[in-house]
């Protein structure tokens, strides 16, 4: 299984991937769930260690990110579609850029499903579409509420909706609702 989280620039997206991460290592540790394995596809300087970062030192995470920060090259998209494409972990995520081009086309044609994560619900359609041309199960469509005092989860299947409040840098969302929810989710999947 090899889960993109995707949507428009801007939504949280790498706060929702440390949050999950968060949310599912606990469930690995005992047992229940494999190691969450997560691809970071989006050259914006925010990998994996980023959000740790933030909160030992803003400062430093910051000046490491700018040192990180890349153009999106065809190149590094080729690199990213291979790593997703030999990736044969359980239970990958992959964190992509907020741009529905070739270049994630690229990366995401080796993926088997999807999250959908948008600040601005009427771009939801979009992705939706762009998924689906690449057959994409997608199994979650988040709105993020920055603004929102708390999560919301309407549906849970056949996918799950909500909405995931504040997913602001340096804040721990792995126990809110709708992230432990997409943990869930994505735990039973690998268990198929």
Not at 28 to 56: L, M, S
Request: negative net charge; glycine residues 6%.
């Amino acid at each position: 299984m090899k889960t993109v989280l995707c949507g428009p620039p801007h939504s949280g997206k790498s706060c929702l991937r440390e949050g999950l991460k968060q949310a599912i290592l606990p469930f690995h540790r005992a047992g229940i769930a494999p190691y969450p394995y997560f691809i970071t596809a989006c050259p914006d300087g925010e990998g994996a260690w980023y959000a740790e970062a933030v909160r030992n030192n803003p400062d430093l995470a910051d000046k490491l990110k700018q040192e990180y920060k890349a153009k999106f090259t065809w190149a590094f998209a080729e690199n990213k579609a291979l790593d997703v494409k030999n990736v044969s972990l359980p239970l990958t995520v992959i964190d992509v850029g907020g741009k529905i081009d070739d270049k994630n086309e690229l990366i995401m044609q080796y993926a088997t499903h999807a999250v959908i994560l948008a600040g601005e619900m009427s771009k939801v359609a979009e992705w939706e579409v762009f998924c689906q041309k690449l057959n994409l199960s997608i199994i979650a469509i988040i709105h993020s509420d920055y603004e929102g005092k708390c999560d919301r989860i309407e549906t849970e299947t056949p996918i799950l909706r909500g909405s995931v409040h504040y997913l602001e840098r340096g804040e721990d969302v792995s126990t809110r609702p709708i992230v432990q929810a997409l943990a869930r989710v994505l735990i039973d999947m690998c268990g198929k």
